[in-house]
């Protein structure tokens, strides 16, 4: 009976060992995606979709800078921009008082954002630079010819936004006498030590000494 029993008890401590060893590791909890990249990643999927929709369906590696096109085409007709047309009234009127049938279009700068995400996608799933569509010279063409008929068709200039400069501060009447009391000093080391111990007495009295030495040196 002991005889049966020990190898029994072998086995046991033998699978147990194993269970444990084998035992998958616990899951690591994943960061939430930020607002771009879960948007990069939602464009990169319509695209896709837009491909195996296409007739003929388009393979990725055979999409071409023309492909794109017809795709930012296919955009316009979910667009909310209303474009006027050269013969409506209200044509280069940034804010139409009346309603009008011109067209709706993809804002440009929807446009412009979109084929940023989709560069950047393109690349991350394994496609070469050299041969990313998305970057291609007539999609570069095509954006800027739509900013220009949008910016006159909509009165809207669109500029480049220039480096703001770090606004000046105003300083006080005291810290402008002694910044030029300072500037006076740097030119009195050929003057006499009388001068000398005298923008030294300016500079221990703050503004008003500077005002001293500044009338020794004339």
């Keep these: ?20 060893v084998l035992s998958p590791p616990s899951p690591q909890p994943t960061l939430p995606l930020s607002r771009y990249e879960s948007q990069k990643r939602r464009d990169w999927n319509t695209f896709g979709q837009y491909l195996r929709n296409h007739r003929p369906p388009l393979a990725l590696s055979r999409c071409s800078g023309a492909h794109v096109l017809e795709f930012l085409k296919y955009l316009d007709q ?70 220009d008929v949008q910016a006159k068709a909509r009165g809207i200039a669109y500029e480049k936004k220039k480096r703001k400069k770090p606004q000046q501060q105003i300083q006080s009447t005291a810290t402008d006498t002694y910044e030029i009391g300072n500037h006076f000093q740097q030119g009195v080391s050929g003057q006499s030590s009388e001068a000398k111990r005298a923008m030294a007495v300016g500079n221990s009295l703050g503004g008003g000494g500077s005002m001293i030495a500044l009338s020794v040196l004339n």
């Design 1 to 20: 009976m002991s005889a049966a029993v020990a190898p029994a008890c072998v086995s046991d401590k033998s699978s147990s060992s194993s269970v444990s």
């Design 78 to 147: 979910f667009g909310k921009t209303k474009v006027h047309t050269q013969n409506c009234p209200f044509f280069g009127h940034p804010h139409p008082p009346a309603p009008c049938p011109c067209p709706l279009r993809q804002a440009w700068g929807s446009l412009d954002a979109l084929i940023g995400r989709l560069r950047a996608a393109f690349e991350e799933n394994g496609g070469q630079p050299e041969l990313n569509p998305f970057g291609a010279r007539a999609v570069r063409l095509y954006l800027r010819e739509v900013r």
